[in-house]
């Protein structure tokens, strides 16, 4: 089975790396599920697709709610008949240093990059055991391999998913459920992201460093695709992906 044979679900699709990997995975032929909170812009995303031949639906989904969660394997169930591949993409990234207690943001980040994962995982990971193949791509960040001042909750998270990606697959094996994984560390691309950070120094310095290299959302796309594309026995665990020029 190639793309072209999956159906795809994608959190965070509404912008960004969701969004260029829902547009890229459907014009190979894969169904696509898209899912965020901003269900204008989804709706905007679905009818471009359909209107070049794809096939894609939406729904909105706030990836904090475990029901939504649930809720959005069912519709893709419903729309498509089954689940192949979640995508565990959506993400904030409110950076700050820790002194300056923005702690709601910490809880926030972790509500969504982390538990928000696992809402994803505990929704379709019974489909792909009863179907006895699945897989799961997560976006985590080149955050989740190396730490920096402001990074440090966010990083966290990071750091967290290559853990939840890594220990799925090896229970996946020895219960012979051959659930693939993959972990995905994108460096600066050229996203809404930094729209997330609240603390001006934090978003000056950001900005100045994004603006010095960063690449677009589509070449994450491509790190997706090409995962999904390998055979059913072969996994791609790990990968990063950024400018060629970033440090
Ligand atoms: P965007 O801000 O463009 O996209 C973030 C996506 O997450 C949006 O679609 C947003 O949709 C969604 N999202 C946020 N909160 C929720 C929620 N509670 N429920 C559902 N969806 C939610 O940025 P990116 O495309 O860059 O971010 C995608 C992933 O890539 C994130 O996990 C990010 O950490 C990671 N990443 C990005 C890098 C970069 O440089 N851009 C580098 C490394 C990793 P909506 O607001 O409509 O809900």
């Known amino acids: 089975m190639t793309v072209a044979d999956k159906t795809v679900l994608i959190t965070g699709a509404s912008s960004g790396i969701g969004e260029a990997t ?5 014009q190979r032929g894969a169904k696509v599920v898209l899912g965020a909170r901003r269900k204008d812009r989804l709706d905007k995303i679905v009818d471009d697709i359909v209107q070049a031949g794809g096939q894609a639906a939406s729904m909105a989904l706030d990836v904090t709610d475990r029901q939504a969660n649930e809720d959005f394997v069912a519709f893709a ?20 240093p820790l002194s300056a207690l923005h702690v709601d943001e910490w809880d926030r980040t972790i509500d969504v990059n982390l538990k928000g994962a696992l809402y994803g995982i505990a929704a379709a990971l019974p489909e792909f055991i009863g179907q006895r193949h699945g897989q799961f791509i997560a976006t985590s960040s080149v955050a989740g391999l190396k730490a920096y001042p402001g990074g440090a909750v966010y990083g966290a998270t990071k750091w967290g998913l290559r853990d ?64 999904i594309d390998q055979p059913e026995d072969t996994n791609v665990s790990e990968f990063t992906v950024g400018p060629t020029i970033q440090p």
């Open 22 to 26: 829902a547009r890229l995975l459907a």
């Open 77 to 96: 169930k419903k729309q498509f008949g089954g689940v192949d591949v979640v995508f565990l993409n959506a993400g904030l990234m409110p950076n700050s």
């Open 164 to 227: 939840l990606m890594e220990v799925l697959r090896m229970e996946s094996a020895q219960e012979g459920t051959h659930i693939r994984t993959s972990t995905i560390y994108p460096a600066a691309i050229r996203t809404e992201l930094l729209d997330t950070i609240t603390d001006k120094q934090t978003l000056a310095d950001m900005n100045k460093t994004y603006d010095s290299y960063q690449i677009d959302p589509e070449r994450v796309a491509q790190v997706v695709a090409f995962a």
